[in-house]
Structures are given as C-alpha cells and as structure tokens.
C-alpha cells in the first residue's frame, strides 16, 4: 500500500527486505498463476496476431489468384479464337483444293479432246498442262497450309487445356486461403470474446470494490476513495471468481500523467500495488506493503481504458503473498508485479 497522498517510491522493488534468517512456508497455490493468466493471455495476442497475419496472407492470395484467372481466361479465349481462324483457313484450303481438282478434270477433259485434233489442239494443250502444273502446285500449298492449320488446331487445343488446369487450381487454392481465412475469423471472434469477458469480470469488480464501504486508508494515492480524480489514481479492484482474485476498470486521469500524455514508472508502479492488497482484502485486515517487484512493459497512457487486475497467492501467518497485473482491453499486457503484505494493528499504526 503507497503512503497516503504519495505515490510509491520505486525503491520498493528492490529484491531485499524482511528478516533473511526466517523462511517462509510456500502453501499449494489452489488458484491459476500469474504465468497461467500471463500464457492465457500470450494465447489471446498469439490467436489475434495470426488472425491478422492470416487474413492478409488470404487478401494477397485471392488478389494474386484473381489475376491469375483473369490471364487464365484471357489465354482460353485467344485459343479459342486461334481455333475459329484455324478452322476458317482450313475450309478455304479444301475449297481451292476442290477447285484445283475441278480444274484439272477439266483440263484432262480438254487434253482427250485435243488428241483428235493435235494441231488445232497443241495451244490447248500446253494451256491444259500448265492450268495442270498451276493446279498441283494450288494442291500442294493447299495441303501445306491444312497441315500448319491443324497443327495450330493442336496447339490452340493444347493451350486451352493448360488454361483450364490453371483455372482448376487457382480455384482450389482460393477455396484453401478462404478456408484459412474463415479460420482467422473463428480465432479473432474467441479472442473478442474473451476480452469482452475480462471486461465485463473488471467493470463487476468495480462494482463490487469493498472500499466503497470500508477503507482503512481512504486517502491511498492508488486506490483511495477520498482522493478526487487527477489528485489520485481512483482505481477501484473488487473479488471476482473464486475470491481469490480482484479486477476493476480503470482509465488514467491526464492529471496524473506527464506531459507526454503517459504515466510515469513510479506511478504505473503504485496502479500495479494496492489490487494485489484487496485481493488479500483489506476489510479483513489491515496490512502495509512489505515488498514489491515489478516490470513495467509499456508506460499507460492518460484516457486509455485498462483493466487491472490482483491474485491472492497464498498466507503466511501475517504475511499475504499477492500478484497483480495491468492489461489494455484488447489484452495487452503493460505491466506486472509481485507483492508481500504484512497485517498491522491499525490502530498500533496509526
């Protein structure tokens, strides 16, 4: 407990203090640990991190796959058309070639009926042997091109193929980024409701803070309900669960903040003290803080909503052993520490 109207000094975490020669009896925890509650929480912030590391690998996957498809299917159609023209060419190939065929019926024709009459026919025969040479050569190229067309027909087929196997995978992979994607869903909806159940534990602390009634020391700078807000810190932890742990709401006044709009060390130090002496409950007894450890990973800052929270360890004739700790809504760990409280005769101590 800070002494009233001071907040505690950050000496009181040295590891030293108490008689060295005594040796305290360690009773079994029935409670969770402060490392229980800290690995819960580490899962939470883990399951909430992945969620967002996955639902941007599941964007960047469906943006890539989509554009895949898009060439995809660009790919299919310029097939798709190759085959159309391929398919023209070649039906104009076999109508020459019908026609050079025609034409050299005709000119075979011409050849028997010049046979008859050679030297009125010898003119018409070169003619019909050249149109012959002229058809065979049509014949020729006309069978060429079917052959480069249906090789293109080939490769047109064998493109659109390709396509089409790419379509098929693009869409198993969508379907296995939006399967992963609904998972990171699931995880960040059991971490919102997580937090908004550690919420509503806190706000139900507040609620049922024994100070409120009774306080032997109203005027504590950390939790003291004489103190008007910016003179103290007004954080308020009451039991929640089996008893043996406390946890309020909490937003930091900017009076109590520095000029850049956060707590300083000393102070976050005194909102991680008196929640572990409630959750020893100082309706019961009055006790003073006898030591303190604490490790502050990020200074609060003023008008940002946290919950704090205290766990009863265990007791040792007139010593309590406490844990306490101090979290953003979103679970965010900020700051924890380790306590022993010792009862006093308040009124030897007053």
């Known amino acids: 407990m800070s002494s009233p109207g001071l907040p505690p000094d950050s000496s009181a975490g040295s590891p030293t203090g108490g008689d060295p020669g005594r040796r305290w009896l360690r009773r079994k925890d029935t409670g969770p640990s402060l490392e229980e509650l800290e690995a819960r929480i580490a899962e939470q912030t883990a399951a909430a991190e992945r969620f967002a590391t996955l639902r941007a690998a599941a964007e960047k996957a469906a943006t890539e796959q989509a554009a895949e ?3 995809a299917e660009e790919t299919a159609a310029t097939a798709l058309r190759g085959r159309s023209e391929s398919d023209t060419r070649l039906a104009e190939a076999q109508a020459r070639l019908e026609e050079a065929l025609q034409a050299r019926a005709d000119a075979e024709a011409a050849l028997a009926e010049a ?6 026919a010898e003119a018409t025969l070169n003619e019909a042997y050249a149109a012959r040479e002229a058809a065979e050569t049509v014949a020729q190229e006309a069978q060429e091109a079917a052959s480069e067309q ?4 080939a490769a047109a087929d064998s493109s659109a193929a390709a ?4 379509r098929e995978a693009a869409e198993v992979i969508a379907a296995e980024q939006a399967a992963a994607a609904e998972e990171a869903f699931a995880q960040r909806a059991a971490a ?4 908004q159940e550690r919420a509503e534990e806190a706000e139900a602390g507040v609620a049922s803070y024994p100070g409120f009634t009774l306080h032997p020391f109203d005027r504590c700078f950390t939790c003291g309900t004489a103190r008007e807000a910016g003179d103290g810190l007004r954080l308020f932890t009451g039991p929640v669960g089996d008893g043996r742990r406390t946890a309020g709401t909490w937003t930091p006044d900017p009076g109590v903040a520095g000029d850049d709009g956060l707590l300083d060390v000393p102070t976050t130090w005194a909102a991680l003290d008196c929640p572990g002496g409630w959750a020893a409950d100082f309706t019961a007894q009055a006790m003073v803080l006898g030591r303190m450890t604490a490790h502050v990973l990020r200074r609060p800052a003023a008008g940002e909503p946290l919950v704090a929270s205290g766990l009863l360890r265990e007791r040792d004739g007139r010593k309590f052993r406490t844990a306490t700790a101090l979290h953003t809504t979103d679970g965010e760990l900020l700051g924890r520490a380790e306590q022993v409280w ?5 009124a030897r101590f007053s």
């Not at 010792?342 to 308040?346: F, G, K, M, T, Y």
């Open 342 to 346: 010792i009862e006093i005769d308040l």
């Open 69 to 71: 498809r898009m060439i």
């Open 150 to 153: 249906a090789r293109r027909r």
């Open 192 to 195: 919102e409701a997580a937090a």
């Open 115 to 120: 046979v008859s009459a050679r030297e009125a």
């Open 163 to 166: 396509a089409a196997n790419a």
